[in-house]
């Protein structure tokens, strides 16, 4: 493997330096997203049967996270000169707060609500430095129709995730939390030994073969921003209530953890089928298609909560968030090709937002009834109807922009 100081190939044949590339941006993202965002989901109802913490302090856990991801994604923009150094540091960190985590019974209050804030900061910056370093790297090779395959390490690192808690279902919390920590370090220590050095002034170059008209400004994106931001609210109550929804109908932990591996194993194998079969795609249909297929989610938990449900569910927004996103920050790219950090920042933060509103919502509603809906049905409702609304909105901004830049085919312009 090359060392963090290898250079940019000038060979024809990159194929092998872009695969080391690839590798890399999948176990950046897995660890990232799988563990810093994503393992307190099927580790919650472990954590309510040990007694580590109570419903209370897993839902603020929960919205630590969200809104350390938010902050992570305001702040990922200070690593636009070299994103390659947000995405170390963010994965360092994510290591470390994993560990932290296994210790954080002690004060479950105050030193589990700044580890989950400290996980979500840094895998926001992760996210956000993996797509424009690799992106940009896979350019500078000629390769960049592989970069799509990046985005599957979020489903692996969510279903790996989810497999440890289900098959240690009978461990404690505590012991998955280091099990999931030392896997964590030795990833971020292979990215950073195996991801060529970034280089910003080669990115310039390419960036200078490339469409200026909206190369250098954010005026113009509010639209995607809210599009993606509605994303993130669509996907976060199944996302979040999934598990501990299955675990009220079936007690026994190898049974309900089955919800969030089949969750992750659907996120990864969408991406992976997106980029191959969806090929002659635009971004903006795919991400359109993936966002309308999501709203089915909650509009069956609106009237089903039945296991089969629960697992359609899980099928439904895990075989499509990811897609989206795959398809939205390489639209970003696209609408800024010399520096597309900061517009990935700003539409990873649009995403937080929308994430943190979901369990708002829940909140704001508690244990009131309108209409005979609880908060939960409210959510389902109110996130199916945004769904379909920015779906109409891609698809009808698809078909204004036929034959221009936006229907170009994901194979060219990944």
């Not at 049967?49 to 991801?69: C, F, L």
């Not at 424009?132 to 896979?138: F, G, W």
């Not at 609106?302 to 927004?317: C, N, P, S």
């Not at 790219?333 to 994430?355: C, I, Y």
Request: aromatic share 10%.
């Amino acid at each position: 493997m090359a060392s963090m100081n290898a250079t940019i190939p000038t060979q024809p044949d990159h194929t092998k330096h872009a695969r080391q590339i690839v590798i890399a941006g999948i176990v950046a993202l897995a660890i990232a997203m799988g563990i810093g965002r994503f393992a307190f989901t099927p580790l919650m109802p472990l954590m309510l049967r040990d007694g580590t913490i109570d419903t209370v302090s897993g839902t603020e856990w929960a919205a630590a996270n969200y809104v350390g991801y938010l902050v992570g994604a305001l702040t990922a923009s200070w690593f636009s000169a070299n994103p390659q150094r947000g995405l170390h540091l963010g994965l360092l960190g994510v290591a470390l707060v994993t560990f932290g985590a296994a210790w954080a019974t002690h004060d479950v209050h105050l030193y589990g609500l700044l580890l989950r804030f400290a996980a979500g900061t840094c895998s926001a910056w992760v996210l956000v430095c993996a797509s424009s370093c690799c992106l940009q790297l896979l350019e500078q090779m000629k390769t960049l129709s592989q970069s799509g395959r990046i985005y599957t390490g979020v489903g692996c690192g969510i279903a790996i995730a989810g497999t440890i808690a289900w098959l240690g279902g009978y461990q404690t919390a505590q012991a998955i939390w280091v099990e999931l920590g030392f896997i964590a370090l030795v990833g971020a220590i292979f990215v950073q030994r195996s991801m060529p050095a970034y280089s910003s002034s080669q990115s310039r170059v390419v960036a200078s073969t490339l469409p200026k008209a909206q190369a250098t400004s954010l005026k113009g994106h509010t639209a995607l921003i809210v599009c993606y931001g509605v994303m993130g609210f669509g996907y976060i109550i199944p996302a979040t209530y999934l598990p501990t929804l299955a675990k009220q109908l079936v007690p026994d932990p190898l049974i309900f953890g089955l919800t969030w591996p089949l969750f992750g194993l659907a996120a990864g194998l969408s991406v992976l089928a997106a980029a191959i079969c969806l090929a002659s795609w635009s971004r903006r249909a795919v991400w359109a298609s993936a966002q309308g297929i999501m709203a089915l989610a909650p509009l069956l938990l609106l009237f089903h909560t039945e296991l089969w449900a629960l697992a359609i569910a899980a099928i439904l927004v895990g075989g499509t968030f990811m897609v989206a996103t795959m398809a939205g920050l390489q639209l970003a790219r696209e609408q800024m090709p010399d520096n597309p950090t900061k517009l990935l920042s700003r539409m990873t933060a649009g995403f937080a937002v929308g994430q943190i509103a979901g369990p708002v919502l829940i909140w704001m509603i508690g244990e009131n009834k309108f209409m005979g809906w609880d908060a939960l049905d409210w959510a389902h409702a109110i996130s199916a109807g945004l769904l379909a609304v920015t779906t109409a909105w891609l698809f009808s901004d698809v078909k204004i922009k036929h034959g221009q830049k936006a229907h170009e085919p994901l194979n060219t312009k990944v």
